[in-house]
Every structure is written in C-alpha cells, then in structure tokens.
C-alpha cells in the first residue's frame, strides 16, 4: 500500500515540483491512505477538530426543520422529493436530519430520497453502518454530476435541497504569492530537498486580482489561496436541479475581506488533535488541510448558472432565524440543558460556530 509520502514523493522525482493543490489532493484524498480516507474518528473531542455536527444533534435537527419548509413551500402533489448531502463524513449529519424528519413530517420524510455524494468506497461503508435504519432512503452517487447524467439520473422537472458542511474548504487549494521587487505573482509548489517536502516558486499559470493600487502596497510574499476546484464543483451543483436551493456551511471570507494586514500567508491550516500545525507540509496524510472559501468567487459561480443569493450570513444568526421560526411548534419548544449549550456552542460570539458563514442560492424554475 503506497502512502501519501510515497506517492507525493515518486510524482515530484517523476515530474518535478508540483502544485501545492496536487501535494494537498495526495495527502488528503490518496485512495485507501490519504487522511480523509484513513481517519474516520477525526471529528470531536478525541479527533482533530469540531464541527457543528459532533456539538449535537441539535444542528441537523434545525437544518431538517429549514429543509422541511423549504420543500413543502415548493412541492408538487405526488413529486419526489430529494435531499442530497456532498460530504457526509460518517454520515452523522443525515442521521440526525432523518431522524428529526421521521418523526416531526412523516409525511415528507415519506416522500424523499436522501443523496449523499461520496467518491470514497471506505467513508461509504462508514456511513452506511450509522443509516442502516435508512437503508430504504439512502442513495449514493460517486460525483455530484451522476445526479444529472449519469446512472442516477433524477429526470426533470425535480425539486431539491443540495447542501454541505465543511465540504469547499477541502478542496484543493492553489497557493500564489506576490513579488514586491518584481511586481508579479508566483504559485507556490512544493520540491523536495533530500527526504524532505520542501517549498518552491514555479511560474504563475495566470493568476492575478487586476488591482495595481493594491498590489502596490502588498508585502514581499503576500501569499493568497484560489480553489478552481471548489468553484467547479459549485457550478456543477448549481445545474443540477429546475427548482430548490443549492446551501453551504463553512468558514471564509468575502472578495473584500481576502487582502488583509493580518493575513499576509494566507488561510491555510494545518490541524492536528486540536492544534494548528505549523509545517503544512510535514506529514501527509496524518493532519488536516483547509483553507478559508472564497464565498465571492463561489457566490458568482451560483448566479452565472442561474441561480439566485437569497441568504448569505454568519451561522449563528441562519441558525436563529430558524430556532425562531419554530416557536409554533412544539418540537423545539422546550429546549433542556443539553440542548441548551448545543445551541450556545453553535450560536454564541465565544464558540466556534461564530467563524461559519452560510449561503443560500436558489431556483423557482
């Protein structure tokens, strides 16, 4: 079995230095050996990180509710309906949608098909062991464009709710740096130097933000991130169904928040059991590697396919909006203890979940 190490070593002494975009699909996306195919215990306390999702259930239980209205506003007697989830992890997430749907909109939760989007066969298996009381409802297609024309197909019209949660800050990133002396831009690679990863400019394939005033005053290696593939995926997600919502759930930034004082080497992490890794290039395969979404750029791939911005806002306040659409209900209107501080977690300027941005696009058909 080749390891991450070994497979990002053997292309850079069969190719030269690579893209920093290639190091990180090796070391995250290797089959059977890159971390998000290795890792299965990485969210949590015993993990490398928190999300939303292992706060509680509260989080999918909200977002079901939001999905729930959003059908039920669009749906045509007797149509399908379907909910598909790009990044599903270990399927924890569709669990608890499911289970909330099942028992507050049976009636709906009898109507649709939950899709989740998974090229991985082993974070399949994962999931399937967490939804095997939803065997019934769970389909799984490999690439968000089988929905449309592969296999799976759906047929037109159809109505949806495409989503994802932390998903787009994993994808491969381009890193490109600035100049100062040549007035120009680099794309940052990664060599080797014995057995060691290594950083190295290569020549820029392109990049540029058209701003001279800027660039004017960026310090000598001003370093930024451009994710092609995030913004490809967002494009092809966004042609997929005649009528619904296209919604992410991540942590990032806008055209005019990218070029700050305070971020001179850019967004890019490195995580590894709660701490931020220095060395981006130590290891791979062992830690994670995200980086901030550009949601302008992602935003503008939406509406060029047609779709509209209805919602673009930080997670707490999309999360309340929703919490206080259900004060007529009864589901969420005694919150106990738990279910409290999960809220608090997911909501309040002190914990994580204030850094997660949401966006919302959408077709009428």
């Not at 709906?108 to 098909?113: D, N, P, R, V, Y």
Request: proline share 4%.
């Amino acid at each position: 079995m080749k390891m991450p190490t070994a497979a990002i070593r053997e292309e850079i002494l069969e190719r030269g230095a690579i893209s920093f975009a290639r190091f990180m699909e090796l070391a995250l996306y290797c089959p059977e050996t890159g971390y998000y195919e290795t890792k299965k215990n990485i969210v949590g306390q015993r993990g490398d990180f928190i999300t939303s999702v292992s706060v509680g259930s509260l989080f999918g239980e909200l977002l079901a509710f939001q999905f729930a209205e959003w059908l039920g506003e669009s749906k045509i007697q007797h149509e399908k309906l379907k909910i598909v989830e790009a990044g599903a992890h270990d399927g924890r997430l569709a669990a608890d949608i499911l289970n909330w749907l099942k028992t507050h909109r049976p009636g709906l939760f009898s109507e649709t098909h939950y899709v989740i989007v998974e090229p991985s066969a082993i974070r399949r298996r994962w999931q399937n062991e967490i939804l095997a009381e939803f065997s019934d409802k769970i389909f799984w297609v490999a690439q968000i464009t089988e929905l449309k024309h592969g296999p799976s197909a759906l047929g037109h019209p159809q109505l949806g709710i495409i989503f994802s949660n932390e998903l787009l800050d994993a994808f491969p990133v381009h890193r490109y740096g600035w100049d100062a002396n040549g007035q120009k831009w680099f794309e940052w690679g990664v060599a080797l130097a014995g057995e060691k990863f290594v950083w190295t400019r290569l020549e820029n394939s392109g990049f540029g933000i058209q701003n001279s005033e800027l660039e004017a005053v960026l310090p000598d290696n001003y370093t930024v991130e451009q994710s092609s593939a995030a913004e490809h995926w967002w494009r092809e997600a966004a042609g997929i169904f005649s009528r619904g919502k296209l919604v992410t759930i991540d942590y990032g930034y806008t055209a005019e928040e990218q070029f700050l004082p305070a971020r001179t080497r850019g967004t890019l992490r490195g995580y590894f059991r709660h701490h931020v890794t220095n060395d981006l290039l130590a290891n791979p395969g062992e830690q994670d590697l995200t980086a901030h979404v550009n949601f302008s750029a992602i935003q503008t791939m939406g509406e060029k396919a047609g779709l509209k911005t209805e919602n673009f806002c930080p997670q707490p306040r999309f999360l309340t909006q929703i919490l206080q659409k259900t004060v007529a209900e009864n589901c969420f209107a005694n919150l106990d203890a738990k279910r409290v501080r999960q809220f608090q977690m997911l909501t309040h300027p002190e914990h994580p979940g204030r850094a997660f941005r949401v966006l919302v696009q959408g077709r009428s058909g």
